[in-house]
């Protein structure tokens, strides 16, 4: 079975500056995809940035980049510059091949002005 | 851009009453996915199908079923509905196996009384 995990209920950050959101997960299989996902108060849920498991290199999205530990089954994101618009909930999720998505319970961001 | 279409977006039903819920993912797209999200939860999978074939199944309860038409939309109908199942389900698409991350729907929220 696989499992994410967040163990940051809430974050907080200041406008314009940086901050690290944490993931694990647990997983037997060797190849895989992480994503991060945002969820504004309108409840959609957005793909911010994706990583696959056999490619060495962070994956990077404008401001948004990840740091991909295979060895130590993690996933962080770093939001830098942070913006107001950047405050939601981010759910971390793994998907095998050929299997759906399992989020974590997310962390819910907030940016201060 | 076409992006999955969920309706109704928002459904009040009675206990025990029926609902069927529609979801038509994005064009080309071959797998469809159904999630439930409960208050304050991340989002749990329930069903999904890739070429209108059942592909995997996640906690769907038995009062639940879906299914997915010859023109890729699916429904997901549930019967004797309860209190608890009360939630915003999500549909997304992706096309094969979700390496490119899935496109969710804006999602029903489904409210029994």
């Known amino acids: 079975a696989q499992t994410v995990t967040q163990s940051q209920p809430e974050m907080s950050v200041q406008e314009a500056e940086t901050v690290t959101l944490s993931c694990t997960y647990d997983?037997?299989?060797?190849?895989?995809?992480l994503f991060w996902y945002k969820q504004p108060p309108s409840r959609q849920m957005i793909l911010v940035i994706r990583?696959?498991?056999?490619?060495?290199q962070n994956a990077t999205e404008n401001r948004f980049s990840v740091n991909f530990q295979k060895a130590a089954k993690s996933f962080s994101l770093k939001i830098s510059d942070s913006q107001l618009g950047d405050a939601a909930m981010y759910f971390c999720?793994?998907?095998?091949?050929?299997?759906?998505?399992?989020f974590g319970a997310g962390t819910r961001l907030t940016v201060k002005p | 851009a076409a992006g999955v279409i969920q309706s109704p977006r928002h459904l009040i039903k009675e206990k025990r009453e029926t609902a069927t819920l529609k979801c038509y993912p994005i064009p080309r797209h071959d797998t469809v996915y159904w999630y439930q999200q409960g208050p304050g939860q991340d989002p749990q999978f329930l069903i999904s199908?890739?070429?209108?074939?059942?592909?995997d199944k996640g906690s769907i309860p038995d009062r639940f079923s879906a299914q997915q038409f010859s023109d890729y939309h699916s429904e997901l109908n549930m019967s004797s509905l309860e209190l608890g199942d009360s939630a915003l389900y999500f549909c997304?698409?992706?096309?094969?196996?979700?390496?490119?991350?899935?496109?969710f729907g804006s999602g029903t929220r489904l409210t029994v009384v």
């Open positions: 999720a793994y998907s095998a091949l050929n299997n759906d998505m399992r």
């Open positions: 997304a698409s992706s096309l094969g196996n979700g390496e490119n991350g899935y496109t």
């Open positions: 199908f890739y070429e209108k074939m059942q592909s």
């Open positions: 997983t037997s299989e060797s190849d895989y995809y």
């Open positions: 990583q696959e498991a056999y490619k060495q």
